[in-house]
């Protein structure tokens, strides 16, 4: 009887989730078909606004149904109701409110600008993503694990060196940005750099930290077994520091996207995501500004999920 309950509970989330995505969608239809809504009077954007609400009222109760059970349904698809529909909702509110374009642009507008913009957009997110963020991560995580081997094997260098990447790790972008590009100049290999400085640190301290987080009785028999330095390195320290390292690469991935766009505020040679943004916001171009931030937003998911399906191969045990 147990193993009946669960399948009116998910056709009634399928239900809920459908009639409530239909019907936002239904109202965004509705008011794009009409010049101006708030127009039609005062009370008129309070009662799109009313039946938005309750739209979405009962999108919640089957994103709560939806979220029941341990299945790959229960883990997916409460999160990708949710934000399908948030985004009917946004544009059914601010078609209701005649919201201008040029203050907050629709969804739509936004995928409007998104497909006339793809060609300068994917130029910039191909400057922005190969050259300067996935360079400078790689760069940084290169430089950050071989710091933290010379530092486990000297430890006057541990001493001296890791107090002052604690400290370094913790000096904003905005601080760093206007002198590495003041000095380097306003090319890729600026942006490159500030990405390589800010993923080196996290990634030496966690390295360092999971390197010494061996257990001494492993360490002790490799010993017994008169094994290498080399061995013990291969088949004790290392593996012991895999998920530190992880946790840092992960933590690294969007920031490492998200300090290149923010470099690129500081001085580019006109073209980059970052770029994008500034010169859209000052002609008041915000749909091509969101479908740049959707293009960047995307990118950044995209980079954290290739670093956790490594993650998962290489380490099996880890969700």
């Given at each position: 009887?147990?193993?009946?309950?669960?399948?009116?509970?998910?056709?009634?989330?399928?239900?809920?989730?459908?009639?409530?995505?239909?019907?936002?969608?239904?109202?965004?239809?509705?008011?794009?078909?009409?010049?101006?809504?708030?127009?039609?009077?005062?009370?008129?954007?309070?009662?799109?606004?009313?039946?938005?609400?309750?739209?979405?009222?009962?999108?919640?109760?089957?994103?709560?149904?939806?979220?029941?059970?341990?299945?790959?349904?229960?883990?997916?698809?409460?999160?990708?109701a949710t934000l399908i529909l948030l985004v009917l909702a946004a544009e059914a509110?601010?078609?209701?409110?005649?919201?201008?374009?040029?203050?907050?642009?629709?969804?739509?507008?936004?995928?409007?600008?998104?497909?006339?913009?793809?060609?300068?957009?994917?130029?910039?997110?191909?400057?922005?993503?190969?050259?300067?963020?996935?360079?400078?991560?790689?760069?940084?995580?290169?430089?950050?694990?071989?710091?933290?081997?010379?530092?486990?094997?000297?430890r006057f260098l541990e001493r001296g060196l890791l107090p002052y990447a604690a400290?370094?790790?913790?000096?904003?972008?905005?601080?760093?940005?206007?002198?590495?590009?003041?000095?380097?100049?306003?090319?890729?290999?600026?942006?490159?750099?500030?990405?390589?400085?800010?993923?080196?640190?996290?990634?030496?301290?966690?390295?360092?930290?999971?390197?010494?987080?061996?257990?001494?009785?492993?360490?002790?028999?490799?010993?017994?077994?008169?094994?290498?330095?080399?061995?013990?390195?291969?088949?004790?320290?290392?593996?012991?520091?895999?998920?530190?390292?992880?946790?840092?690469?992960?933590?690294?991935?969007?920031?490492?996207?998200?300090?290149?766009?923010?470099?690129?505020?500081?001085?580019?040679?006109?073209?980059?995501?970052?770029?994008?943004?500034?010169?859209?916001?000052?002609?008041?171009?915000?749909?091509?500004?969101?479908?740049?931030?959707?293009?960047?937003?995307?990118?950044?998911?995209?980079?954290?999920?290739?670093?956790?399906?490594?993650?998962?191969?290489?380490?099996?045990?880890?969700?």
């Open positions: 009887m147990s193993l009946e309950r669960p399948v009116p509970r998910l056709a009634g989330a399928w239900g809920a989730l459908g009639l409530s995505g239909l019907g936002l969608a239904g109202l965004s239809l509705l008011l794009a078909r009409q010049e101006a809504p708030a127009q039609l009077g005062p009370a008129q954007p309070g009662l799109w606004l009313v039946g938005i609400t309750a739209l979405l009222l009962l999108g919640a109760v089957g994103i709560r149904q939806s979220a029941q059970g341990e299945g790959h349904p229960a883990r997916t698809v409460p999160a990708a509110a601010l078609r209701a409110y005649a919201v201008p374009t040029g203050l907050i642009p629709t969804p739509s507008k936004v995928l409007e600008a998104l497909w006339a913009a793809r060609t300068v957009l994917w130029r910039d997110a191909l400057t922005t993503f190969v050259y300067e963020a996935l360079l400078g991560f790689v760069i940084g995580t290169l430089l950050g694990l071989g710091l933290a081997l010379l530092s486990v094997r000297l400290l370094l790790s913790s000096v904003p972008i905005v601080a760093l940005a206007p002198v590495v590009i003041k000095a380097v100049g306003l090319g890729v290999a600026s942006k490159t750099i500030i990405v390589a400085v800010t993923v080196l640190f996290p990634v030496l301290i966690n390295a360092v930290r999971g390197l010494h987080s061996a257990q001494s009785m492993h360490l002790d028999l490799m010993h017994s077994y008169a094994a290498s330095a080399a061995q013990t390195f291969r088949d004790v320290r290392w593996p012991s520091a895999l998920p530190f390292v992880f946790t840092a690469l992960r933590v690294a991935a969007p920031l490492s996207l998200i300090n290149a766009i923010v470099a690129e505020f500081f001085g580019t040679e006109g073209r980059g995501l970052g770029f994008r943004i500034q010169i859209e916001v000052g002609k008041f171009g915000l749909d091509v500004v969101w479908a740049a931030i959707v293009v960047a937003s995307v990118l950044g998911i995209s980079f954290y999920l290739v670093i956790s399906l490594i993650e998962r191969r290489i380490l099996p045990g880890r969700r």
